[in-house]
T-cell receptor, first 112, second 113 residues
Framework: QQQVKQSPQSLIVQKGGISIINCAYENTAFDYFPWYQQFPGKGPALLIAIRPDVSEKKEGRFTISFNKSAKQFSLHIMDSQPGDSATYFCAASLTNDYKLSFGAGTTVTVRA | DTAVSQTPKYLVTQMGNDKSIKCEQNLGHDTMYWYKQDSKKFLKIMFSYNNKELIINETVPNRFSPKSPDKAHLNLHINSLELGDSAVYFC????????????FGQGTRLTVV
């Protein structure tokens, strides 16, 4: 049973465009929501993370928006670049829990 | 310096064989994981160790056996390999705590023929 649902499965965006990936969760006890970026042939790497007491977090061209009441969070990639082409995973974890539950992943392709 | 290193990077073997994947981290972390990534890129947690103690053991066939000789190492042994075991296996490590960053190795692509 997947605890974090992620959409879309894939998306294609033109260079300079905005990529938006959405995630939804059911367990209201989740209190840490990271996003991981994975390039082909590499392991996932932390991109940006947010806690539920914050509605938005921005790091460079990457922004997480968090809607606690809707139990949803999303990643926005502004001014998308070909180098952003990768698979993005949202994830969630509980306090005092070692487990990180991942979404199914979104493959982003940025066309030059 | 590689933070989380796995060996081998590629492993091709026949059905029924037994194989091991090794993982080492030099980050001083106390928690290590094994994840399986299938052909659809879904990341599924398999095991986790904290200070050499098994703390997560997901629904995984008992042909898979992890071993943590010390905090810096976590190995995965697989007996009687099956076609369905073909996947990329990732080792990861982090400091204990709910909001600490997990660092992943480069993965081991296992192909069972």
């Amino acid at each position: 049973q997947q605890q974090v649902k992620q959409s879309p499965q894939s998306l294609i965006v033109q260079k300079g465009g905005i990529s938006i990936i959405n995630c939804a969760y059911e367990n209201t006890a989740f209190d840490y929501f990271p996003w991981y970026q994975q390039f082909p042939g590499k392991g996932p790497a932390l991109l940006i993370a947010i806690r539920p007491d914050v509605s938005e977090k921005k790091e460079g061209r990457f922004t997480i928006s968090f809607n606690k009441s809707a139990k949803q969070f999303s990643l926005h990639i502004m001014d998308s670049q070909p180098g952003d082409s990768a698979t993005y995973f949202c994830a969630a974890s509980l306090t005092n829990d070692y487990k990180l539950s991942f979404g199914a992943g979104t493959t982003v392709t940025v066309r030059a | 310096d590689t933070a989380v290193s796995q060996t081998p990077k590629y492993l091709v073997t026949q059905m029924g064989n037994d194989k091991s994947i090794k993982c080492e981290q030099n980050l001083g972390h106390d928690t290590m994981y094994w994840y399986k990534q299938d052909s659809k890129k879904f990341l599924k947690i398999m095991f986790s160790y904290n200070n050499k103690e098994l703390i997560i053991n997901e629904t995984v066939p008992n042909r898979f056996s992890p071993k943590s000789p010390d905090k810096a190492h976590l190995n995965l042994h697989i007996n009687s390999l099956e076609l369905g075991d073909s996947a990329v296996y990732f080792c990861a490590s982090k400091l204990q705590g709910w909001n600490t960053e997990a660092f992943f190795g480069q993965g081991t692509r296992l192909t069972v023929v």
